[in-house]
Structure formats: C-alpha cells, structure tokens
C-alpha cells in the first residue's frame, strides 16, 4: 500500500513522484475532498473509493493508494498503515517551491522593511 500525504494543499500542486504513484494505482482511496484534488492524476478506469470507515484501510491490499489530505501521515491518523509514505506536496520540507501564480506563491518569504542594525 502507497499513502500519498499532503494531497490537500490545492489544484496543481501534487509533486511529480505523487502524481505518478496515482496514475500508476489502479485501486485508490481517499476523501471526496482528496479524490476531488487528484482527479487529474487518477487514470482513467482506477478503481476509486470515498473512504467510510477509515478502520477498515488496515485490510486493504498492497496495490491500494490512499490519498491523505494532511501532509503527515501520522498527523491524520493513517500512521498505523503499512506501505510507503509518498509526499504529495509540493510544500513540503525539501521540495520544490509552487509555480508562480499559484495560490501558495510567494508565501513564507521575508521581505525586510527598513533598515536593520545589528546589535539592537
């Protein structure tokens, strides 16, 4: 099983690895929010699931992707999963900034104002 984390941040901003693990997957699960954000990814003919009970993804088989909207596994309550963690993000630690013009565009960089004086 594949658990592709971080598919929630928006339209357009799956990391390349993300977007090719759920084109790959032929079984694929996940929120109507997280399938909703992949449907470009997903191939046509997949097998897709709104999860109902998230209980029940501790019996599903190895070839099973399970989309999570929040970047950590572990945080959203899928740490118990066997697989693979994919970051699906392209905001997570270590990737790549989003395209310009996209809504996560330009956030998280300082811009100084004024003037700085060391030792104040």
Do not use: F, N, Q, W
């Given at each position: 099983?594949?658990?592709?984390?971080?598919?929630?941040c928006?339209?357009?901003?799956?990391?390349?690895?993300?977007?090719?693990?759920?084109?790959?997957?032929?079984?694929?699960?996940?929120?109507?929010?997280?399938?909703?954000?992949?449907?470009?990814?997903?191939?046509?003919?997949?097998?897709?699931?709104?999860?109902?009970?998230?209980?029940?993804?501790?019996?599903?088989?190895?070839?099973?992707?399970?989309?999570?909207?929040?970047?950590?596994?572990?945080?959203?309550?899928?740490?118990?999963?066997?697989?693979?963690?994919?970051?699906?993000?392209?905001?997570?630690?270590?990737?790549?900034?989003?395209?310009?013009?996209?809504?996560?565009?330009?956030?998280?960089?300082?811009?100084?104002r004024?003037?700085?004086?060391?030792?104040?």
């Amino acid at each position: 099983m594949k658990i592709v984390g971080g598919v929630g941040c928006g339209p357009g901003m799956l990391t390349p690895e993300a977007a090719t693990v759920i084109a790959g997957a032929s079984l694929v699960y996940g929120s109507a929010r997280a399938i909703a954000l992949a449907r470009d990814a997903i191939a046509p003919g997949s097998e897709v699931h709104e999860i109902e009970d998230y209980r029940s993804l501790r019996s599903l088989p190895a070839h099973a992707v399970v989309l999570s909207t929040g970047g950590d596994p572990m945080l959203a309550g899928l740490g118990y999963l066997p697989g693979e963690v994919v970051p699906g993000d392209l905001l997570a630690p270590g990737r790549v900034r989003p395209p310009e013009g996209s809504a996560g565009a330009g956030r998280g960089r300082l811009r100084p104002r004024g003037r700085i004086t060391p030792g104040r």
